[in-house]
């Protein structure tokens, strides 16, 4: 099993930045991949940025982005399996949503772990 935290969330304006945390801990070892999702009031949840784990320790990870995000939003982690950070510059209104943090194993079984999530509001 793996437990998930998300912190970081809040009130910015327009324009403005703010950086969200995640922090995995348990079997983390088996995870392939870490990554954000958001969701806003009547909608489904999204994808928005991950990073996926070499099979060796000395691979470099794979970064992707949602279009939406790229440019203004960096994923990243100084513990890989164990934390992931989400840096958001330049938010708009229409980033207002509930983020997730998501922790994917893709062996010996397929299975996602998720965080209770953190609100983000865009807002002047």
């Known amino acids: 099993q793996v437990q998930i935290v998300e912190s970081g969330g809040g009130l910015v304006q327009p324009g403005g930045s703010l950086t969200l945390s995640c922090a995995a801990s348990?079997?983390?070892?088996?995870?392939?991949?870490m990554g954000w999702y958001r969701q806003a009031p009547g909608e489904q949840r999204d994808f928005v940025a991950s990073?996926?784990?070499?099979?060796?320790?000395?691979?470099?990870?794979?970064?992707r982005y949602d279009g939406s995000v790229k440019d203004r939003f960096t994923v990243s982690t100084d513990n890989p399996r164990k934390t992931l950070t989400l840096r958001m510059n330049n938010l708009w209104p229409e980033d207002t949503a509930v983020y997730y943090c998501?922790?994917?194993?893709?062996?010996?079984?397929?299975?996602?772990?998720w965080g209770q999530g953190t609100q983000v509001t865009v807002s002047s």
């Open positions: 348990g079997n983390t070892d088996t995870l392939r991949s």
């Open positions: 998501n922790g994917y194993r893709r062996s010996p079984t397929r299975a996602n772990y």
């Open positions: 990073i996926t784990f070499g099979d060796n320790s000395d691979d470099a990870p794979t970064l």
